[in-house]
């Protein structure tokens, strides 16, 4: 796919057909406490908001980045309760801040985390019943299966453009990560995948926790 393709065409080449995303978090957040973890970038905690609209009881929005001014802004529009919390969602103190939630949505983070594993742990340590969990991910590769790429090369994917820089954190795209690597990890790290929306390039799936687990 070539990285000159516009911003937003690229996103949606890697989006189309999945489920859009207020809807599938209105049917799971009515009376029940809802996170959003990464929050902010370009959407000013949008996802947030729509699930205190959709009847959500106690909102937080996590990132490592600050609120924006159009989140203050729609905060003070709505006269929203929503609650917001600055940090990695790694850092220990910070997810004592965030706190556990019934419903955890995560978008968009897993591919720029360097351990996606612990990554899913942490997420797994403040979810109380459901994780909607949306990543970018790459095609199946024939013949093996639960395959990660490290640093995979811009153009694997529509929406990755500029390559690894180790100086740039959670910039980069650490991996690229196939739909069954992802469901494996997901088992790994105490989650039952009960419902799954698949494009060429983009995996959202409903996980339950395991309660054994
Ligand atoms: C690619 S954007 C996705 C934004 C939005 N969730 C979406 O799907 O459109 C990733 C967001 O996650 C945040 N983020 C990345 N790594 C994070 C971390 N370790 N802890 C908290 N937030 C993180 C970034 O600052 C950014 O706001």
Redesign the pocket.
Same mark, same amino acid.
């Given at each position: 796919m070539p990285p000159s393709l516009p911003v937003r065409l690229r996103a949606r080449l890697s989006r189309a057909a999945a489920p859009p995303r207020e809807e599938l978090i209105a049917r799971h957040v009515r009376g029940r406490s809802f996170a +959003? /973890? #990464? %929050? @902010?970038?370009? *959407?000013h905690g949008g *996802?947030a908001f729509a699930a205190e609209a959709a009847g959500a009881v106690r909102v937080t929005g @996590? +990132?490592? @980045?600050g609120q924006t001014p159009e989140y203050q802004a729609e905060h003070a529009r709505r006269g929203s309760a929503v609650r917001f919390v600055q #940090?990695?969602? =790694?850092d220990e103190s910070a997810l004592a801040q965030l706190g556990a939630h019934e419903v955890v949505w %995560?978008? #968009? /983070?897993l591919y =720029? &985390?360097p351990h996606p594993l612990l990554?899913l742990e942490r997420l797994r340590s403040v979810t109380q019943k459901t994780l909607l969990l &949306?990543t970018e991910t790459l095609p199946e590769r024939p013949l093996a299966r639960n395959v990660c790429v490290f640093a995979p090369r811009p153009g694997t994917h529509p929406t990755h453009t500029e390559a690894f820089d180790p100086a740039r954190g959670?910039v980069n795209w650490y991996w690229g990560i196939t739909p069954s690597a992802l469901r494996a990890m997901l088992a790994a790290t105490g989650f039952n995948i009960v419902e799954e929306h698949r494009t060429a390039f983009h995996t959202t799936v409903v996980a339950l926790v395991n309660q054994t687990g």
């Open positions: +959003d /973890v #990464g %929050c @902010m970038w370009q *959407i *996802i @996590m +990132d490592l @980045m #940090g990695d969602l =790694h %995560c978008s #968009g /983070v =720029h &985390a990554t &949306a959670y």
